[in-house]
């Protein structure tokens, strides 16, 4: 089979050592020589764009294939999307193409039309909780499966395919899992999805059911799931569709162009992020750190956020802190129970990227008690948001960073929304009960009573 694109165009390279590895040819996604994590790196000196003359009749060249350049590109794409069923016109992350997967044939693209998501202003209830930022949310759980994960599945599957892979295999904590099984299935390979058993809830065991994954639980943690996931890609050479695969990253960067591009490509002061394994933290300095490499103004800080029962990044958090003493000091923890299920994780894989990432943009870690991340989804309840237990953690982790000055009065804030709040109807329900009246009969003076009409 001819290879999609050569590694002269994109090629893996280890962020500590930097081996350079086919990232169409590559099983196990971990440095042979130091066993560090994998970046994706395009060279953008040969990218496939069209540089003859633009309306203005200004020529193009790569030096000038900067921001005008792609702001043009990007919007043109934007309003053609009823017009066309391209992948770069139906895909709020294929929109970008040129910035996540520049040299990938079309043909090869898995797209389930994901990615048009809103970005809404906090509601006034949201707002007061809050306290004095410019706040808005990026409603990443309005996707087909319902989380962020299906922007960075549509490009993992697609290099899958492109790969010539058969079976796809992940551990999880319900999103990834529902995810890959659903791309798995549009682009006809089998997947096999592990499970921390009564760990996740029913909707998120239901979802890869339903797209014909082979789903086997294990009688312990996430982390327990991830470790002998690991252990398959080692010895075995299952293919991985988690965050240990790169390509992940590269299409959960569009949550950043979309933020840029909705703002007339100004980027806010900071962007918040619930952390569990580290896919989304990680996603969002990159794309930082790429659109300044196209001369775009990004000033943005990253704010990563733990619940305080899941908290191994936060924990030894500590302002002027370098990356080389954060991991000399960085050691796994036990979980504890939360409502935020999908960041249960007490030894997150992409840990290195997410605090490179942070200490890149000069950023920070929060923490949210229980209380704090349920209450953050109650109060984004009464304005009309169904969001997640993590996006409770995200929200409640800028309030706590206001309080303590972290984040300045009257800066614009955008907090990733990572899943719908469907998915955890359950416990959203249980912190709410409380709020039920049980009538004691089926009159009509009674139900009027308790209205108080």
């Given at each position: ?272 992020v619930p952390v569990g394994n580290g896919s989304n933290c990680s996603s969002v300095g990159k794309a930082l750190r790429l659109m300044k490499k196209f001369g775009f ?157």
């Open positions: 089979m001819e290879k999609a694109f050569t590694m002269d165009q994109t090629w893996l390279q280890c962020m500590n050592c930097g081996h350079r590895a086919d990232l169409l040819e590559e099983r196990k996604f971990r440095c042979p020589e130091c066993g560090g994590l994998y970046d994706i790196e395009h060279n953008f000196k040969r990218l496939p764009v069209d540089l003859g003359d633009d309306s203005s009749g200004r020529k193009w060249s790569f030096k000038s294939l900067s921001s005008r350049y792609f702001r043009e590109l990007f919007q043109a794409r934007a309003g053609g999307a009823f017009n066309s069923f391209k992948p770069e016109c139906v895909s709020g992350i294929w929109r970008y193409k040129e910035w996540i997967m520049p040299y990938l044939p079309e043909g090869q693209i898995v797209t389930l039309h994901e990615g048009n998501v809103p970005i809404v202003p906090a509601g006034k209830n949201l707002q007061a909780w809050v306290g004095d930022v410019e706040l808005y949310i990026i409603m990443e759980g309005m996707t087909p499966t319902g989380s962020f994960k299906d922007f960075g599945g549509t490009v993992m599957m697609s290099i899958a395919k492109a790969a010539g892979i058969k079976a796809v295999c992940c551990a999880s904590t319900g999103d990834t899992s529902a995810m890959a099984a659903a791309y798995a299935a549009a682009a006809g390979l089998a997947c096999v999805v592990i499970l921390p058993r009564g760990k996740v809830t029913p909707v998120q065991l239901a979802q890869p059911l339903v797209h014909g994954a082979r789903v086997i639980t294990l009688p312990g943690s996430f982390d327990d799931c991830m470790r002998v996931m690991q252990e398959l890609v080692r010895e075995y050479g299952i293919y991985p569709a988690n965050s240990l695969n790169p390509s992940r990253i590269e299409g959960h960067q569009a949550t950043v162009f979309q933020i840029a591009q909705r703002f007339n490509w100004n980027l806010p002061d900071w962007i918040s103004q990004a000033p943005t800080k990253i704010l990563g956020c733990q619940s305080t029962a899941a908290d191994p990044l936060s924990f030894p958090w500590f302002g002027g802190i370098t990356l080389e003493k954060w991991k000399a000091d960085y050691s796994p923890i036990k979980v504890g129970e939360t409502s935020a299920t999908a960041a249960r994780i007490g030894d997150p894989v992409s840990r290195d990227k997410v605090m490179r990432e942070i200490l890149a943009s000069h950023g920070a870690m929060q923490t949210a008690a229980e209380r704090e991340l349920n209450e953050a989804v109650a109060i984004c309840g009464k304005d009309g948001h169904n969001v997640c237990p993590q996006t409770g953690m995200a929200l409640a982790g800028v309030r706590n960073a206001l309080k303590c000055g972290q984040i300045k009065a009257g800066e614009r804030v955008i907090v990733v929304s990572t899943a719908t709040g469907l998915k955890f109807g359950e416990s959203a329900a249980a912190n709410l009960k409380s709020n039920i009246i049980n009538a004691t009969d089926c009159k009509i003076s009674t139900v009027a009573k308790i209205m108080e009409l």
